[in-house]
């Protein structure tokens, strides 16, 4: 299966800052790479897909990139609404595997 | 509007049974994978199976192979999974999702059913 590391596993920032969260696989995954975002209580939410394409209706403010192992999704100017946990996923072979998580907590 | 609301979440003890229902609504469910996935409590989110939208394809992580089924009625638009032998690792909460695109992602979430497993 393939192994998929996520860090900082939590952080704390400002309103306004620039944060970037990184997944790294434990094998090449191409460009097969989702982020979602979750908040207490409710399913995750499909960010971005493909590594880098923004899922209808997410802010710009949103970017993903990397390939093979390396990936980072990155919210440009944090806003209230984006304090919540962040997972990366792999689709590029079953079993589907996701990162444990990062956890975007109000500096 | 794309609906995905699961049932069929509860107690029950280790070894027992239970049947997760999903039922859709606002998409055409017949062309699309569609997928199960859990979270245990204050956990991370783990991948648990997922099927053609016609059936004819099926995969599972290796903890629920040969415990768990999952099904579709594309008559229903309802998607299933049928969880045996089941043991507390298997208490999380339960989302189906929908799977869309050449590089699969899960577009459309339920809000999730807890199943927990315990004496």
């Known amino acids: 299966d393939i192994q998929m590391t996520q860090f900082p596993s939590s952080l704390s920032a400002s309103v306004g800052d620039r944060v970037t969260i990184t997944c790294r696989a434990s094998q090449s995954i191409s460009s097969h790479l989702n982020w979602y975002q979750q908040k207490p209580g409710r399913a995750p939410k499909l960010l971005i897909y493909?590594?880098?394409s923004l899922q209808s209706g997410v802010p710009s403010r949103f970017s993903g990139s990397g390939s093979g192992t390396d990936f980072t999704v990155t919210i440009s100017s944090l806003q209230p609404e984006d304090f919540a946990t962040y997972f990366c996923q792999q689709t590029y072979n079953t079993p589907w595997t996701f990162g444990r998580g990062t956890k975007v907590e109000i500096k | 509007e794309v609906q995905l609301v699961e049932s069929g979440g509860g107690l029950v003890q280790p070894g027992g049974s239970l049947r997760l229902s999903c039922a859709t609504s606002g998409f055409t469910f017949n062309v699309y994978w569609m997928n199960w996935v859990r979270q245990s409590p204050g956990k991370g989110l783990e991948w648990v199976a997922n099927?053609?939208?016609?059936?004819?394809?099926?995969y599972y992580v290796d903890s629920v192979k040969g415990r768990f089924t999952i099904s579709i009625d594309n008559a229903k638009n309802s998607l299933y999974l049928q969880m045996n032998s089941l043991r507390a690792e298997d208490t999380a909460v339960y989302y189906c999702?929908?799977?869309?695109?050449?590089?699969?992602?899960?577009?459309?979430w339920g809000q999730g059913t807890l199943v927990t497993v315990s004496s």
């Open positions: 999702a929908r799977e869309i695109g050449y590089q699969p992602r899960l577009d459309q």
């Open positions: 099927i053609k939208h016609d059936g004819s394809k099926k």
């Open positions: 493909a590594t880098s």
